[in-house]
């Protein structure tokens, strides 16, 4: 029998089962520091050790996304490595900061399966729930993926697919523990605008454009440890049906949460991904731009120092988002989206 591993295909998974992802890993500050350097995030409380503790914070916390991002990479070889593509997220809840020196693994468990009509792929529904070196979670979502079947014989499962929430309640969004904006700086942190500042139906062009670099997105896919053959192997993805590597959609994800500065500099965390969509797909040498629309927004069970906006983060490639390009229908979207995200920011009030 071969010692080698090839994965999970649709026919492997089941409801109700539970998957223990290898391997811990311990988050150090180079990988912080090299998260910073892979996208330019210019966040105060991601930045600055002496900033965080001063808004409450007991050190320096990992980005949100590098969080999302190593707990997601330990799931890919159990899960999403022979799928077709990534489809969505929904409920997803960051649960407590991450700092150098914490280990984080995860756990799944399949919630819906369904075989689709070709008979060679099927969609796979899992919640993933990342734990720290104390057993307390860190982060949990849904997410679904297209995976490919071994056997294009085996009979399709018993149709299930979860029900799952338009969005996270805002009663359900966690504070990191400790956090306290009443003394928060502007001036430091880079923008003038809180909470307050912004309206509902606004919409904001975070102006700026960052170009995939091939080494870049290939070094960021494997500092999350995450092995998709897709994104690595030019030998054979040029005979794929992009001729090239696909981007890590992750890596997308995190460009454009790092150009949304430009427009929401205190946005200072991440609290939920209430769902989400990889548009369609980049490959090295995309220049990728963004823009937001402000979707809701509600002050927090008794904090009068935080609100929460919901936002609409707009990925667009090799086009300067200053026409807010989105769907041209009900089902299609604008050619230049690649990215589609919902998501609750914390942001201190006035």
Known sequence: MSKTAEGNYFEDFSIGQILAHATPRTVLEGDISLYTALYGSRF???????????????????????????VFG??????????????????CRFLRPVFAGDTLSATSEVIG??????????????????????????????????????????????????????????????VPEGVDFQQYDAVLAGSPYAWDD???????????????????HMMAT?????????????????????????VYGGHVISLC??????????AAFVAAINGGRHVAPCVAGDTVYAWSEILDKSPLPAREDIGALRVRLVGCKDHQPIDFPYKEDEKNYHPAVVLDLDVWVLLPRK
């Open 257 to 266: 949460r790092a150009l949304s500065f430009n427009g929401l500099g205190n």
């Open 74 to 91: 330990k799931t890919v070889p159990d899960i999403s490595i022979n799928a077709v593509a990534n489809l969505g997220y929904a409920e």
């Open 44 to 70: 105060a409380m991601q930045s600055s050790a002496a900033f965080a503790m001063d808004n409450g914070m007991e050190d320096l916390p990992a980005d949100d996304f590098l969080t999302f991002h190593i």
């Open 113 to 174: 399966l369904k075989e689709n009509s070709n008979g060679k792929t099927g969609n796979v529904y899992v919640r993933t729930t990342g734990i720290n070196q104390n057993g307390l979670p860190v982060l949990e979502y849904v997410r679904w993926v297209m995976v490919r079947k071994r056997n294009v014989d085996s009979p399709a499962p018993q149709t299930q697919i979860p029900a799952l929430k338009n969005n996270v309640d805002v009663a359900d969004l966690v």
């Open 222 to 246: 494997r500092l999350y440890q995450n092995t998709a053959k897709v994104h690595f192997n030019l030998h054979t993805e040029k005979q794929g049906r992009l001729g090239e590597r696909i």
């Open 198 to 216: 912004y309206d509902v139906g606004e919409k904001i062009n975070h102006v700026d454009g960052m170009t995939i670099e091939a080494a870049e």
